[in-house]
């Protein structure tokens, strides 16, 4: 059982490189490694040097990451599992250092070159209203969700007096509780937040901004409408795969699942752990195949912008914002409406730190997160 939680923590690493490798596919031609280009040095000799370095030092991490990882096997239980979680920490930090390598090597070339000489600088818009992704697709996280709670309901009444709420890697109970509403269903408040962001992010996937490239219009249009909704449906398959993860503890801890030993105390982590990336791999996957310039240009026609094919006409781009992106990552812009906008590099939304809203935003969701822990010492009390 042990050998299966270490497996769950190579897992992670591996597939939190997996994206990394295919992050750089998914971007747009104008934003390789996050960095604002023409369309016309996007094949640029520093952009390619960028991108091949990026990958070596990718699989480079990638051995001493699972080298380090399977060293700590040899460790004892708890300094294994400490271990470990700081492998998979330096894991993160080692792939945005990697990142921002790439990101600051072209950015240095582009500065140098002033790659935006002669071009007319333009913010573009998509003013057209986008239609909501279907909810329906929320139905198998909440079918999932309201399975557990009923089964909950139905075993209450014959729970113990006294049960325990928290078990070792080995099975081990290590935290017991009395019978009560809050100590039985109190597990189930983390599966009731991520239903909640899961539609929240829902919800604002309509409110985000297009960033339209003024140079392709209408394919990066159609690109990024492709996304978001695969975006969407990626969040509710981790959210479903999460609901069954929460679920199978709940039922763990309620009995139904026999003693808390073997199976169950490796499958829970699996789930939640491949639910949570696994969905996103595919997205990455898919997107990769289908954003290249070429194949985006050929799929669909783009509209010119005005003027910009007329002979000795000022050629347009997109207005160069790498101003905006602190280390390439953070979005920080005063003069912006917008609260969320897509990642630089990346899947998904992040937040403009120089909006009110945002920070309310974490405010909420700094709040929300830490109810479980609150509920759990009211019902200790």
């Not at 709420?165 to 039985?184: E, L, M, N, R, Y």
Request: glycine share 6%.
């Amino acid at each position: 059982m042990i050998l299966s939680v270490h497996l769950v923590e190579l897992l992670v690493i591996v597939l939190f490189v997996a994206v990394e490798a295919l992050l750089p596919a998914v971007l747009p031609e104008t934003l390789p490694f996050g960095v604002r280009v023409p369309l016309t040095h996007a094949k640029h000799p520093a952009v390619t040097r960028a991108a091949r370095r990026y990958f070596r030092r990718l699989a480079l991490l990638a051995v001493i990451l699972v080298a380090m990882d399977l060293a700590t096997w040899r460790l004892p239980g708890t300094w294994a599992f400490a271990a470990e979680q700081a492998v998979v920490l330096l894991a993160g930090v080692a792939c945005y250092l990697n990142y921002y390598t790439a990101h600051r090597q072209i950015r240095q070339v582009k500065e140098a070159e002033d790659w935006f000489a002669g071009a007319t600088q333009v913010v573009a818009a998509d003013t057209r209203p986008r239609r909501l992704p279907s909810l329906w697709w929320s139905a198998p996280s909440g079918i999932v969700f309201l399975a557990v709670l009923v089964a909950g309901i139905w075993r209450y009444p014959a729970l113990p007096n006294r049960f325990p709420v928290h078990f070792a890697a080995d099975g081990t109970p290590t935290q017991w509780a009395d019978k009560s509403i809050s100590s039985a269903f109190g597990i189930l408040m983390p599966g009731l937040l991520v239903l909640a962001l899961c539609l929240l992010v829902h919800v604002a996937s309509r409110a985000t901004r297009m960033d339209v490239d003024p140079e392709a219009p209408r394919s990066s249009l159609h690109l990024q409408t492709l996304q978001r909704r695969r975006w969407v449906l990626a969040t509710w398959w981790s959210c479903a795969f999460v609901q069954v993860g929460l679920g199978l503890a709940a039922l763990l801890l309620w009995g139904l699942l026999g003693p808390a030993t073997g199976w169950p105390m490796w499958v829970i982590p699996l789930t939640i752990v491949t639910g949570v990336v696994a969905p996103w791999v595919v997205v990455l996957a898919t997107t990769a195949r289908r954003s290249t310039g070429s194949h985006a240009a050929s799929a669909v026609p783009n509209v010119p912008s005005s003027g910009a094919g007329a002979p000795g006409s000022p050629r347009v781009v997109h207005r160069d914002d790498d101003r905006y992106w602190k280390g390439g990552a953070l979005y920080f812009n005063r003069d912006d409406p917008a609260w969320m906008v897509p990642k630089r590099f990346g899947v998904g939304w992040t937040l403009n730190f120089a909006h009110p809203g945002a920070w309310l935003l974490l405010l909420a969701i700094l709040l929300i997160a830490s109810l479980p822990a609150l509920w759990a010492y009211l019902s200790a009390r």
